[in-house]
């Protein structure tokens, strides 16, 4: 991959969908594990994180005693020690399991994808970790039958990531790619026990935010999608 067909599933080009694959995976390695290192170092141990946005996200996270991983695209014997020796390609992300039952307030998501069904504005209000969708400017109806027909802790938070990736600079569907663009959080509801979490689901669904505000513990992250670290 990437493939014709998955391009079909998506609705774009081959060829742009070939392009953008490749050019995600063609990056300076040393420079992408530099940056991730290094943010991680930053956040980790921080017991609390804060995503706030201008179309009205609100939510507080906790992270006490969950461990950041780098999908940096190096795995170095650190990563070995610790037990970690698995990344996605392309790679580019910091990302934890948050408290699953710590999730309160309101997220509103620029994207979610489904199996080539896309969702924009997507608001979800959170509320002890469970999520219920409130609107959508398209594809509530989607989002609402995935989680009618998944199962286990399919509406429970499971992640939190950052996208790293220099060279993603938009979100098609594809979510290997879209979690990874720069200036993006990310959040995840379902499983993610390969987190280091609790949740059990057949589900793992990453929905995308665009130049959100994040502050972790008392470090402001990100502001309106500009990295501050």
């Known amino acids: 991959f990437p493939t014709r067909q998955q391009a079909r599933v998506y ?18 390695y040393r420079d ?16 609390t994180a804060r995503i706030t946005s201008d179309k009205g996200t609100d939510l507080t996270l906790s992270l006490k005693g969950r461990h950041w991983f780098a999908d940096d695209g190096v795995i170095g014997p650190e990563d070995i020690a610790a037990r970690e020796p698995l990344l ?41 970790g469970r999520a219920e969708a409130v609107k959508a ?11 009618s027909n998944t199962h286990g ?4 938070i499971g992640e939190l990531g950052i996208g790293m990736n220099p060279s993603v600079k938009r979100a098609v569907g594809y979510t290997l790619t879209d979690e990874k663009i720069i200036g993006t959080v ?19 669904w990453d929905l995308i935010m665009i130049k959100p505000t994040l502050v972790i513990g008392e470090t402001k992250v990100m502001d309106h999608g500009r990295y501050l670290v």
């Open 11 to 28: 609705g774009i080009r081959y060829a742009s969908f070939h392009d953008m694959y490749w050019k995600a995976m063609d990056i300076d």
């Open 32 to 47: 992408l594990n530099k940056r991730c290192l290094k943010l991680k170092s930053r956040v980790e141990g921080e017991a």
């Open 88 to 128: 996605n390609l392309p790679s580019g992300e910091i990302c934890v399991a948050p408290r699953e039952h710590s999730a309160n307030g309101t997220a509103v998501f620029d994207f979610a994808f489904y199996r080539g069904h896309r969702i924009t504005d997507l608001q979800l209000r959170f509320n002890e």
């Open 137 to 147: 400017g398209q594809g509530l109806k989607v989002f609402n039958n995935v989680v």
């Open 153 to 156: 802790d399919n509406d429970r």
């Open 186 to 204: 990310h959040m995840a509801i379902g499983e993610n026990r390969m987190l280091g979490g609790r949740n059990d689901s057949d589900l793992h």
